[in-house]
């Protein structure tokens, strides 16, 4: 008999080829077909191996890994309750169901450690535990022979950190094609025409085209028309990063601004600027009733004092004579991504139902979820009353300066609140203004302990929430998009957060060799609709920033718990159903009208009956 071919990744299988195959070599083929794959990706390896889950105990399982996901497919059957999800005999309880799916793209995985070694002698003590960076962490369990878990190891390592092995990041190797192409929905033109800019206060500049002004910014800013681009070279010389005061949102009545920048470069000796000075002077002035610039400076007073050490600072009532200081008292990246931690370890993999309220208080997250939305509230209440226009920054200016100023801009503006607004939103006041998405998320990278990391995003999106919380008719999206926002956050899967700035990005060619996720979000917007949405012009949303009124994001930060799983919304779920019988009836009726207008060009030689001599009508829905 004719020996069977060799795998095309031999080196990496579970069995030695010398094994004579049996009948599960069968199966398992079957399987590696269901296991899905995007357009450009491809399967690497596949193993053996034992899941051990942390709600049901070890579970026999094999998994696939291709350039982009490690999915697991159990051996076993696990019914919905064990597993989590709905849909044979579970191993577990006995009652019947399917398979245990696990489907974890490799961006997602922050760290890769062994457990055990070769001496071990504990069951199912030899193997991996894999950090994931959405708040769930996976073990797996393999064979101490024949090298099992060191192949493994060496894979999952080279791909889910491409960049440690001068690979591409999945997102060029996506060649998925899409009806939308997402790296249109965002034009900074447009967007600030819709704002009404220029105006005759405020003018647009190209000073910063080929980003020599300042790497991080985007090629395009608006700044006041009194303004000359060298003025704008000599405030940048006194702002950190060179980050300068540029316009994000004007009011459409009142014509009072949201301005962005970094803290000035005032240091120990407490620096002065006068063209930093008189510029902001400049901002204050177009707009004639105010005679208040008011700052909000998005830190501690004590860390802001203490910035002066390292040469920055803020700004002195002595300097900025028609300006107003305020404190946000916002904390630091390192602050939340150790908060985001202690939420971690009090939802996976158990929750502690007798200590929970106590549990999730001493975490913090709430309280910073609060001073974001306090801060971005004070903004907007500014803006919106017409007493002054806004000046915005942090340290850098590209953390808590684009939550406030995007916030703000989400209570005032109803267009931001729309899925495309949201979109051109993000693209505005994060990506292109030079959030270090790279940064904070570690794309690729497998320094799992950089102090660069942080939450930042994530805790934008949950603030997000909590407004679409209290005010349930007021976005245009639901919470799944919020989600996938965040999943496509890590996944790598798409280029829209790759890299720290937009300059980086022309470098790379992003928009021209990866794909946008908004291309997968706008081809399909039925999915990610509101039912509830009512679309309203010119209402400014004041949410409740109060602890009593801010809950945990259990669909988000619980949802790897099959047992903590809510139900879904009965309303939407009837909407999601109605959509796909629409949809089945707009296919059935085009099939009718299809085969209608056949039997109409194609007219029989006998005399028409009264039917066929109807006119073909069509419907529109």
């Not at 069951?123 to 962490?137: A, F, H, Q, V």
Request: charged residues 25%; glycine residues 4%.
């Amino acid at each position: 008999m004719a020996s069977a071919p060799t795998p095309k990744y031999n080196s990496h299988s579970l069995e030695n080829e010398s094994i004579k195959r049996t009948p599960r070599d069968g199966i398992n083929r079957e399987l590696s077909e269901a296991v899905p794959r995007l357009p450009g990706e491809t399967r690497i390896t596949d193993k053996e191996v034992i899941y051990i889950c942390p709600f049901n105990g070890p579970i026999k399982g094999r998994v696939y890994i291709t350039n982009y996901r490690l999915y697991l497919r159990s051996l076993e059957t696990v019914c919905k309750h064990c597993r989590g999800s709905e849909e044979s005999r579970c191993v577990l309880c006995g009652s019947g169901d399917s398979a245990l799916i696990l489907d974890v793209p490799l961006g997602v995985i922050s760290r890769i450690e062994k457990m055990g070694g070769a001496t071990s002698r504990g069951e199912n003590s030899y193997g991996l535990d894999i950090t994931c960076k959405d708040m769930r962490n996976l073990r797996f369990a393999l064979k101490q022979e024949g090298h099992s878990r060191r192949d493994m190891f060496e894979i999952l390592t080279r791909y889910a950190f491409p960049l440690a092995h001068s690979l591409p990041l999945f997102a060029f190797l996506n060649e998925e094609k899409f009806n939308v192409d997402g790296w249109t929905v965002y034009n900074p033109v447009e967007e600030y025409r819709r704002q009404g800019l220029p105006n005759h206060d405020w003018r647009v500049t190209f000073i910063n085209k080929c980003y020599e002004l300042c790497d991080t910014y985007p090629a395009l800013l608006v700044v006041p028309y009194r303004a000359s681009d060298d003025d704008l070279r000599r405030v940048a010389t006194f702002r950190s990063r060179n980050r300068i005061p540029v316009l994000s949102w004007i009011h459409p009545e009142n014509k009072t601004v949201i301005v962005r920048c970094s803290q000035p470069l005032v240091g120990m000796s407490g620096k002065r600027n006068k063209d930093d000075e008189k510029y902001l002077d400049v901002i204050r002035e177009t707009n004639r009733q105010i005679s208040k610039l008011t700052i909000y400076d998005a830190r501690p007073n004590v860390n802001a004092v203490a910035n002066k050490a390292t040469g920055g600072g803020y700004e002195s009532d002595d300097a900025y004579h028609n300006a107003e200081l305020f404190f946000l008292d916002i904390h630091n990246i390192h602050v939340m991504r150790e908060s985001l931690k202690k939420v971690k370890d009090i939802v996976y993999p158990n929750v502690e139902e007798s200590h929970w309220l106590s549990s999730l208080e001493s975490t913090h997250w709430l309280e910073h979820i609060k001073l974001v939305l306090t801060g971005a509230i004070q903004v907007a209440d500014k803006v919106s009353s017409g007493k002054s226009s806004v000046l915005v920054h942090c340290s850098d200016g590209w953390d808590r300066t684009a939550q406030l100023t995007s916030l703000a801009m989400l209570m005032l503006d109803s267009f931001y609140r729309s899925i495309e607004g949201f979109e051109i939103l993000v693209q505005k006041e994060w990506i292109s203004f030079g959030h270090k998405f790279a940064s904070r998320i570690g794309h690729g990278d497998k320094n799992h302990a950089d102090a660069d990391r942080s939450p930042i995003f994530l805790q934008f999106i949950d603030c997000v929430w909590q407004m679409s919380k209290q005010f349930p008719t007021a976005f245009e999206f639901n919470e799944q998009f919020l989600i996938t926002i965040l999943d496509h956050l890590y996944s790598c899967r798409f280029g829209t957060f790759l890299y720290n700035c937009e300059s980086a990005r022309e470098r790379q060619k992003v928009t021209e060799r990866t794909v946008s996720l908004w291309s997968l979000i706008n081809s399909n917007k039925e999915k990610f609709k509101n039912p509830f949405y009512t679309k309203e012009i010119n209402r400014v949303l004041y949410p409740v920033a109060s602890m009593r009124h801010l809950e945990l994001w259990v669909n988000y930060y619980i949802r790897w718990n099959p047992r903590i799983k809510q139900q879904p919304n009965p309303v939407e779920q009837r909407y999601m159903e109605l959509l796909a019988l629409r949809d089945e009836y707009i296919k059935r009726l085009e099939e009718l009208q299809i085969n209608n207008s056949a039997k109409i060009s194609d007219p029989p030689t006998s005399p028409a009956s009264p039917s066929q001599m109807m006119p073909h009508v069509q419907t529109h829905f």
